[in-house]
Structure formats: structure tokens, C-alpha cells
């Protein structure tokens, strides 16, 4: 995803000075409190962080009250002010320098839990955002949709696997505000991609992490509307909501019980869940039962089905003994290459063609995914290249991009309860150049998998807004998880 607070719209007059309209910096809503600094300068001279204010419509905050907002979600579709005080306001039609540095926490990717009480350490998303801006009155507008698509293909009852889309797909699009929900799900239907519909709960539901009344009758409408059918509510656990300390055992337990209650209350059978901890399982399971919802832990690039972590989640599971356990398949996992819109977008940073050839060597090797970004670290160094020029996607590269066998899904089948197809791009052929689709429905549809398989662009976290259609890319990718599945079962 662009991972920047400000965009070339954003500069507007203010009566105390001016303002700029600020975007979430992230694929998710976040907490407030999750913003841990602001810095802005302005043709230079940088502005004083008690003259800056953060405005949600009449509600304003000091930079200083930010790390007390745990409970006011900033929306993903939200973009508040951040209010500057000058003297002579900004006039429209001006151009100024301008630099915004953020600094955020992700308050549901823990590094290390709190000691004695405190806070733990998180991920940052750090965004230094370097612009030469002009002060307009409004947002740029929407550009103009394929509409004119072929219909899909029936669906046949000989397809092993349903088709779906989680609509983490267009969070890009969502965020910037080219669809309201209801106009997302349209935009789905448009275009024949369905019918199963997977959310992740902190992107979509603006009262997260509770479903209210009004979502729950757009939702239902929608799905009237267009046949669609419930696959899989994805669920985070924010352990890092509060700035002074993590969550406690009971707060995880309560924030995860919200969670499945608004998964059933939707319609999902299935919820997919962030923590696999013993005894926070333990005390869910019986919640899991009451609702009658399947909980599945995903598993991510770098990791696979051997991976130590996933072990340790398939001996609880084993312990545990419940036919509601098991797993999201991701196949970020089962790589066979680097993504060419990551490849695209390191080349925007400013790598050539020999360290866009060592990424793709090191990336390759066989080394834990920490060494091997630390191996390319170094390589730039050595280079007098400043990896800070490649923001996110120096970690990105290596994190996101899995190379375990397909193979190894087989060793897991009758525990996997769904599946992210994850994907990046369709090229000319039809085919995803870094993900052989062919082999893994060859692989599931061997193995016995009956359930969904959820198309995921994830292409939104390296490509700039408006590269692609990212349901076009959709669509495209259901053509050829249709013909790969097609061809393996003419074949039996």
C-alpha cells in the first residue's frame, strides 16, 4: 500500500493557517493512540508541535492527548486535518515545500510482550513524506472504472473449490475513498467475482471491533442484493490498543469474544484468528462452540507448515482436539519468485538492475528470512546505498515472500479450513509469474480441499494507487484458478 500520509490533493486553507488532509498510512483502521509522532515542515522552517492539532470534524487534539486515544479509532476511510497556526494563512492556488514525518505502532504485530507491566515493543510504520504541494479547496476525484467485462464462466458442480475474494483486495481503493462498502461489494458483483465475500473486520466495520445494527443491515442487504455468501471473518487482536501497557489475558479474551460475536452475527462460519496461544485458545474454544465457528491460525510467508512456530500451534491443536481448529493455507508461503510489482517498486526507489538481480539471489538462498535481509542490508551498504531510500520494502521483500514447496500444504490438507490465494500479478498468459497456481490446485485438489479459496491482491502493499484495477486482477486470477481446476479434475 502507498504508505504515505499526505497525497498531492492534501494542502487546504485553514482560517489559523492551513491544513492537510491526512490518510492512514496503513491497510487497516488504527487506534489513535497508535500515532506516536508528528513532525512538519514547511518551506523550510519547521513547525512547532504545539502549534499542530489533529482535527476528526469538530473533535480536536494536541499532538500531546494522541497517546491517550485508545479508544477512538481512526476509520480507514477517515482522513482528518492536521491544523497548522501561522500568521498569514495559505491562500488557494500557492505551492509550498512540504515535509511530514509519522510515526506509528501496530498495536496487533508484537515483537516482544511488556515485562513488569509495561508496554511491549511493536512493529513501526515509519512514512517521511517529501512534497511539493499546492493548496486546492477539494479531494482529487475518482477515475473512471472498466465496466464493459465478460461474464465469468458458470460455475460448475464438478469444481472442487468455491470461489471468493477477500476485499482486502481494494484496500488501497477503500481507503482513498473510490467506494463506500456497499459500493465495493457492487463493483464486486459487477464483475462476476464471488460469491464468497472474506473481510478483515479492523479494514471494513467503522465501530470495530464491534459490528453494529447499521453495518449488519448494509451487509445483509448487499448480500440479498447480489447472492454472495460468507467465507471467512478475519480478526486481529490489538495487544498494543493502550501506550502504557499491553493488553491482559482477560482484555485479550474480551476483545476476541467481540470479534467471533460479530462474525456470527454476519453469517461467518469461519473466523481467522491472530493468536494461537494455549491458554488464550483454551478459553475461546468454548465461545468458538456456542457460535458453531471454525477458528483457523494463518500461516504467512516466510513461514510454512514446518515452520517452528506453526509446529508449536499444530501440537496445541493436537492437544486440544477440536474439530474447529486448523488453518488458513496463505500462499505468499509457496513462492517460486519475487513479485515483478515488487520488483517494479524497488526500481522506483532507486535500485539498478545488479542489486535488483542480488535481491532476487539472496532472496533465493536457503537462509532464515532475518539473514537474508540482512545479507541484502549489507550488500547496499557496501553499495553506499542507503537502504532507508527502499522505506518498508527492504523487510517487505523477504517477509512477504515465502519459497516453502507447494508440496508441504499436502502434509496439513485436512487441517487447512480455507485459503488466501494470494497473489500479485497476471501476466499476458494469464498466469501469476511468481505463484504456479496450476500446481497448487493440482496439490488441493489431490489432497481432498472442498472449501473456499479466497483471492488476495496484495499487490496495494508495492504498487502506486491507480497502477491497476486490483479486481480486474481478480477477476483474472478466477479464470485461472477455474481453468487450472478444470484441467486437474479432466484428468482424473
Do not use: C
Amino acid at each position: 500500500m502507498p504508505n504515505g500520509l499526505i497525497h498531492d490533493d492534501s494542502l487546504r486553507t485553514h482560517p489559523d493557517g492551513f491544513a492537510l488532509r491526512l490518510t492512514i498510512p496503513w491497510y487497516r483502521s488504527l487506534w489513535l493512540s497508535s500515532v506516536t509522532s508528528l513532525e512538519l515542515t514547511v518551506d523550510g522552517e519547521r513547525v512547532d508541535a504545539d502549534d499542530l492539532r489533529v482535527a476528526f470534524g469538530d473533535t480536536v487534539f494536541g499532538l500531546d492527548e494522541l497517546p491517550e486515544q485508545s479508544e477512538r479509532l481512526w476509520f480507514l476511510q477517515e482522513h482528518p486535518l492536521l491544523i497548522a497556526r501561522r500568521a498569514d494563512p495559505v491562500a488557494l492556488g500557492e505551492t509550498h515545500d512540504v515535509v511530514l514525518h509519522g510515526e506509528l505502532r501496530l498495536p496487533y504485530m508484537q515483537i516482544a510482550p511488556g515485562q513488569d507491566g509495561g508496554p511491549g515493543m511493536y512493529v513501526p510504520n515509519v512514512v517521511h513524506d517529501v512534497k511539493t504541494l499546492t493548496v486546492v479547496d477539494a479531494d482529487a476525484g475518482i477515475p473512471a472504472l472498466v465496466s464493459d467485462v465478460t461474464p465469468p464462466p458458470p460455475a460448475s458442480d464438478d469444481d472442487p473449490f468455491q470461489l471468493g475474494l477477500t476485499l482486502y483486495s481494494a484496500s488501497a481503493e477503500f481507503r482513498a475513498g473510490y467506494f463506500d462498502f456497499d459500493g465495493l461489494l457492487d463493483r464486486v458483483a459487477e464483475l462476476g467475482i464471488g460469491p464468497g465475500i472474506e473481510i478483515v473486520a479492523s479494514q471494513m466495520v467503522p465501530t470495530y471491533p464491534v459490528v453494529g445494527d447499521d453495518f449488519e443491515r448494509t451487509w445483509r442487504a448487499a448480500f440479498d442484493r447480489h447472492g454472495f455468501v460468507a467465507s471467512s471473518f478475519g480478526a486481529n487482536l490489538d495487544m498494543g490498543r493502550r501506550r502504557d501497557r499491553d493488553m491482559t489475558p482477560d482484555e485479550e479474551f474480551a476483545f476476541s469474544k467481540l470479534m467471533f460475536e460479530g462474525a456470527k452475527k454476519l453469517g461467518f462460519p469461519l473466523v481467522r484468528i491472530q493468536s494461537a496461544q494455549p491458554a488464550l485458545l483454551r478459553r475461546l474454544l468454548p465461545i468458538a462452540e456456542e457460535l458453531e465457528l471454525k477458528l483457523a491460525y494463518e500461516i504467512h510467508a516466510p513461514m510454512g507448515p514446518h515452520a517452528e512456530p506453526i509446529l508449536r500451534v499444530r501440537e496445541t491443536y493436537a492437544e486440544l482436539d477440536s474439530p474447529l481448529l486448523g488453518f488458513v493455507a496463505d500462499f505468499s508461503s509457496t513462492m517460486h519468485a519475487m513479485s515483478p510489482t515488487l520488483l517494479r517498486a524497488v526500481r522506483r526507489a532507486g535500485l539498478d538492475d545488479e542489486a535488483v538481480a542480488k535481491l532476487q539471489e539472496i532472496w533465493a538462498t536457503d537462509a532464515a528470512m532475518r539473514e537474508r535481509q540482512q545479507e541484502f542490508l549489507g550488500y547496499l551498504r557496501g553499495r553506499d546505498f542507503d537502504p532507508g531510500r527502499l522505506g518498508s520494502f527492504a523487510h517487505l521483500a523477504f517477509n512477504m515472500h515465502g519459497h516453502v514447496d507447494p508440496r508441504e500444504w499436502a502434509d496439513i490438507m485436512p487441517q487447512i479450513l480455507h485459503v488466501h490465494a494470494k497473489f500479485y500479478d497476471i501476466d499476458e498468459q494469464g498466469q501469476e509469474p511468481a505463484i504456479d497456481y496450476p500446481e497448487l490446485v493440482r496439490v488441493f485438489v489431490e489432497g481432498g480441499y472442498r472449501g473456499f479459496w479466497s483471492s488476495e491482491w496484495e499487490g496495494h502493499a508495492f504498487a502506486e494507487l491507480g497502477e491497476v484495477d486490483p479486481l480486474l486482477l481478480v477477476r483474472r486470477q478466477h479464470d485461472l484458478i477455474r481453468a487450472s481446476m478444470r484441467a486437474v479434475t479432466a484428468a482424473v
